[in-house]
């Protein structure tokens, strides 16, 4: 397994490309519960947020002028250097940048009102985790909360069915309408049983929702609301245009507080 030296280097390889090679769950186009959850924040000029696993900072726009402060971290640093080109030098004095591990927040504890985690809770070592878990717990005020979005592997099995359910349609015999399903959805990049997902160097955790209430209520979690992020069905997704009448494929965005 890679430690978080090498996976740092990874991101960081990729930052250039980072908004072209994931979905990405803030685009207009997305529906995503995560902007209501923002939104209901009373009296934000007096609140800090964090924004944690920033990556190249897209969040920041709508973060940063609406917080009275902004801590944006990631472990990457060449995520951290896009992200800082977000920032005019009119917000400059309200953001603050931190280039480290997710876990690293000693000296923030007990200061953040929000927490911010999009598709950032990834990394394929679940000890990882859960420390990182406990150490946002730790980072929140007295009715502070922590939201997010985190990939999902239940999505990867409905995407599955239907491009099984596809191949079948066209006549296939039921072992090649498993090949052409299991080759059309990437079978080959992810580890089911474990919830993982390993592509260009990266390795990510993709999350069932039983995973995401159970290891939030190990890390101290007392609520736990769940949503979904749900994604058109384009030609980013194999097949996606054909889908056009079915359910659309989702992330889970999640509300959690102490």
């Given at each position: 397994m890679q430690n978080t030296q090498d996976q740092d280097r990874q991101w960081s390889r990729h930052a250039a490309r980072y908004d072209e090679?994931?979905?990405?769950?803030?685009?207009?186009?997305?529906?995503?519960?995560?902007?209501?959850?923002?939104d209901a924040v009373a009296d934000p000029q007096s609140r800090t947020v964090a924004d944690l696993g920033c990556g190249t900072g897209p969040l920041l726009p709508r973060l940063v002028?609406?917080?009275?402060?902004?801590?944006?971290?990631?472990?990457?640093?060449?995520?951290?250097?896009?992200?800082?080109?977000?920032?005019?030098?009119?917000?400059?004095?309200?953001?603050?940048?931190?280039?480290?591990?997710m876990h690293d927040l000693d000296d923030y504890a007990g200061q953040f009102d929000v927490v911010v985690a999009i598709?950032?809770?990834?990394?394929?070592?679940?000890?990882?985790?859960?420390?990182?878990?406990?150490?946002?717990?730790?980072?929140l005020r007295p009715g502070g909360q922590f939201l997010g979005v985190l990939p999902s592997m239940d999505a990867i099995h409905y995407h599955t069915m239907l491009l099984m359910d596809q191949a079948l349609d066209r006549g296939l015999e039921i072992e090649e309408a498993e090949r052409s399903a299991a080759f059309h959805a990437e079978h080959q990049y992810y580890e089911f049983a474990f919830g993982r997902f390993q592509f260009l160097g990266l390795r990510q955790k993709f999350w069932q929702p039983f995973e995401i209430r159970h290891r939030m209520a190990k890390a101290g979690f007392t609520s736990v609301e769940l949503g979904q992020v749900l994604y058109p069905w384009d030609e980013s997704m194999a097949g996606g245009t054909d889908f056009a009448d079915h359910p659309r494929s989702w992330d889970w965005s999640f509300v959690a507080r102490p």
């Open positions: 090679l994931f979905l990405d769950a803030l685009d207009p186009s997305v529906e995503n519960p995560l902007w209501a959850a923002l002028g609406r917080f009275g402060r902004v801590v944006a971290l990631d472990f990457a640093p060449a995520m951290i250097a896009r992200a800082r080109t977000r920032i005019d030098d009119s917000h400059a004095d309200t953001v603050t940048f931190e280039t480290r591990a598709n950032s809770l990834v990394m394929p070592d679940v000890r990882e985790i859960d420390r990182t878990l406990r150490a946002i717990r730790a980072s």
